[in-house]
């Protein structure tokens, strides 16, 4: 093949026009896969000097040419022609110049349709691995946060009303726990792109001797494809993968929305440190929190990479069809973003001051001791719907003016209940498991942090 012409001329008898290279080159985003092309061909040769089909002179010349083409992606010294499509087409013809005839021999048995859907799992394996990394380190900022932070309370919120009040640490670890269902879909994600789909040619096999089980071991795939059609078709390990970075991205969008509304005046639970706050341009007393709203705003961006991909899939007929090109750019998009909003969320949260003062006092307000008086009517034996009703009366005669909830509720039910007053004492008395106390708060800090550590030997366990 001359350099400067396509892989497929030899039908052609013209060559492409401008505006169709324009418009189906891939290579300035998929130049990306450039590390798992290397890897995929040279597990690919192996494969063909096995099964004969390469000699192994010719293999060792293949395999020192894309070590070579290696280098050069890494060093960004491989200059690419106007004629290279994509990256597949550009690492072939480097290495055809490299290595002459026996370069040549490089795509027997293979297609860019086997080849493409190789190169995205291996990427896919390594990135989501990465991913994970990200989530666990976050996971680790809320746990240390949570650590100092038992013996503070603020409300609990439903409706975003004040509703109960709750140790700090619990309210962090909320957030965790969310996070570590990431990290479960993330790992599982990985399982299922973990198959090889090398050696299933265009859409067929081939009527050569290889063996796609030795180049899926070659690759450390765990598995290799059992149809075909489905191989070079299948792109759910991408959809599978936007899906837990959208929700990833929604889980980081709701810790956004809370920052935003801490670090309001309003609110004023949390300062954030310099670091990790902008300025206004023209307001010179402003102190915004951008990381909290763009990790909400960027979420938008997530879930369209997710129903782009899925409307794009949804026609398709067997097996490879061009569509599917559209596949890397929301997912490398999606890890980018991810990634990148892991790392200052997660400075955000580290570095930012908690101002307790500003806590206890929202938590303090007497209402939220109304479900304690309830309860309390219930420990002595009363119905809980008749306690509702009674301490609801209560209030109603609070609001109506009568006096504080503690002095009302103290002549009613007896000056003991003027103990549930107070957001500590209240937050203390939810002790059942996985509840609001500083106290429930320490087991489950345990529990967080076994579930960290296990879950970091899961994620050590890949190695890609
Ligand atoms: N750039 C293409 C893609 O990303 C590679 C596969 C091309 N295959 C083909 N039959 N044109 O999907």
Redesign the pocket.
């Known amino acids: 093949m001359s350099t400067g012409s396509t892989l497929w001329h030899g039908r052609f008898e013209g060559g492409p026009a401008e505006a169709l290279m324009a418009y189906t080159v ?1 290579l300035p985003f ?1 130049r990306r896969l450039g590390p798992q092309d290397v890897r995929g061909s040279r597990a690919h040769v192996a494969g063909l000097v096995r099964a004969g089909l390469m000699t192994a002179a010719d293999g060792e010349v293949v395999t020192a040419a894309l070590e070579q083409v290696g280098k050069e992606l890494r060093d960004g010294t491989l200059a690419f022609l106007p004629s290279d ?2 990256i ?1 087409t550009a690492v072939e013809r480097r290495v055809t110049e490299l290595a002459g005839e026996a370069g040549a021999r490089l795509h027997t048995a293979r ?3 086997d ?2 859907a190789t190169d995205l799992r291996l990427w896919t394996r390594e990135a989501l691995l990465d991913v994970v990394d990200g989530v666990l380190a976050l996971q680790g900022v809320l746990a240390s946060r949570a650590e100092e932070s038992f013996d503070v309370t603020l409300p609990g919120y439903t409706h975003l009303q004040r509703a109960q009040s709750v140790s700090l640490a619990h309210h962090l670890m909320a957030h965790a726990w969310a996070l570590s269902r990431d990290v479960d879909r993330l790992l599982s994600t990985i399982e299922r792109a973990d198959v090889s789909p090398l050696g299933a040619g ?1 859409l067929a096999g081939t009527s050569l001797p290889i063996d796609p089980e030795f180049t899926a071991r070659e690759l450390g795939f765990s598995a290799v494809f059992e149809n075909s059609l489905d191989a070079v078709g299948d792109r759910d390990f991408v959809a599978e993968a936007l899906f837990d970075l959208a929700l990833l991205g929604v889980h980081l969008s709701r810790i956004g929305e809370e920052w935003v509304l801490w670090t309001s005046e309003e609110f004023g639970f949390a300062v954030l440190d310099d670091a990790y706050a902008t300025g206004s341009s023209m307001l010179p007393q402003k102190k915004n929190a951008d990381i909290a709203e763009l990790a909400r705003g960027k979420s938008g961006r997530l879930i369209g990479h997710l129903t782009g991909l899925l409307a794009t899939l949804k026609g398709l007929p067997l097996a ?1 069809n ?1 569509d ?2 559209e ?2 750019e929301p997912l490398f998009d999606a890890v980018d973003q991810v990634a990148l909003a892991l790392a200052a969320v997660g400075g955000m949260v580290a570095t930012a001051r908690f101002i307790p003062e500003a806590m206890e006092r929202a938590s303090g307000a007497d209402v939220l001791a109304a479900t304690d008086l309830a309860e309390f009517l219930v420990r002595s034996g009363r119905p809980f719907r008749e306690a509702h009703a009674t301490v609801g009366a209560l209030v109603r005669r609070h609001l109506a003016g009568e006096g504080s909830l503690a002095d009302i509720a103290a002549e009613a039910l007896g000056e003991e209940v003027r103990a549930f007053f107070g957001g500590a004492n209240g937050a203390a008395m939810r002790t059942s498991r996985g509840g609001g106390s500083p106290a429930a708060a320490r087991d489950q800090h345990v529990r967080l942090l076994a579930r960290l550590t296990d879950d970091r030997s899961r994620r050590d366990g890949w190695t890609v």
């Open positions: 891939s998929d499509e994509d597949h297609s860019r349709n080849q493409v265009a490879y061009r599917l090109q596949d890397k």
